[in-house]
């Protein structure tokens, strides 16, 4: 069965429905490519049968499968420059300025796709802050593809997938080599930790946390959406944290909950503070 206009609108809202990702429908064809598999292994003969089956509303798990298949996972090793040049100058100064008594970090790499941007993270730490191996360190990369999260928590890279942004020394320095393959050390994988998150659910099981990435997400979700997110990240967030964004990406939904920053040649924002 071939599928109609309206299996593609329905497929539209069913993957905005689940993770508030808008897709426009010039990028159709984005459902041919990534559910032909996830439909053969439904049983449908068919992408047409597979939407059939979808609308019947069974079984509900396929319906998050959709979702997680039309996530998109583009990520590599210090992607963007500046943020982290900016994390290394301003941001961990000051927070471990302000951490001296509880000797404890929390931070969030939202939508963290295959790992590497808190992998990147940890690095950093490593390299510029070796005194920060003595304290409670966590990075927790969330993100609602299982399969992605899956393949973070590996901590192994092809090497094209290293040959992205990672610099040689660094490469040599804390990643090991196993045939094609190259796995994150020890020392850098215990600082990060990964873990199943829907940006669009309550977020009760994550703690708070003093740095929260959220790059290159807000782009495809919707005004709503992207206003129900910035109140749960202003909860999750310490008063005296920071919310870092893509560069093509604002806070101008929630001026309320967050104030903007500047350093290091890239924006960052504080919660408002109250009272």
Not at 49 to 76: Q, Y
Request: proline share 4%; with cysteine.
């Amino acid at each position: 069965m071939a599928v109609s206009e309206s299996d593609y609108t329905y497929l539209r809202e069913l993957v905005q429905e689940q993770s508030a990702n808008l897709i426009d429908p010039s990028r159709n064809a984005l459902f041919d490519t990534r559910l032909t598999q996830i439909a053969r292994l439904s049983g449908a003969e068919s992408l047409g049968d597979f939407v059939t089956m979808l609308k019947s509303g069974r079984p509900a798990h396929l319906h998050r499968a959709v979702a997680e298949a039309m996530t998109i996972n583009e990520t590599s090793f210090f992607r963007d420059l500046k943020p982290f040049e900016m994390f290394r100058e301003v941001i961990l100064p000051r927070l471990i300025e302000r951490r001296q008594d509880a000797r404890r970090l929390r931070i969030w790499s939202a939508a963290s796709s295959t790992g590497q941007e808190a992998y990147s993270l940890a690095m950093v730490i490593a390299e510029h802050f070796p005194d920060l191996a003595h304290w409670d360190v966590k990075i927790i990369g969330t993100d609602i593809s299982r399969q992605v999260v899956d393949y973070a928590q590996k901590g192994r890279y092809r090497r094209l997938e290293v040959n992205r942004g990672l610099p040689a020394r660094m490469l040599l320095k804390y990643m090991t080599r196993d045939g094609e393959e190259w796995e994150v050390s020890p020392q850098i994988r215990s600082m990060c930790e990964f873990q199943y998150a829907n940006l669009c659910a309550p977020l009760s099981l994550l703690p708070v946390f003093d740095l929260v990435l959220l790059r290159n997400v807000l782009l495809y979700f919707s005004q709503q959406d992207r206003r129900a997110l910035f109140r749960e990240i202003h909860r999750k967030l310490a008063p005296d944290g920071y919310l870092v964004l893509g560069n093509a990406e604002q806070a101008e939904d929630s001026t309320d909950l967050f104030e903007v920053e500047f350093g290091a040649n890239c924006y960052f924002y504080s919660p408002v503070k109250t009272g």
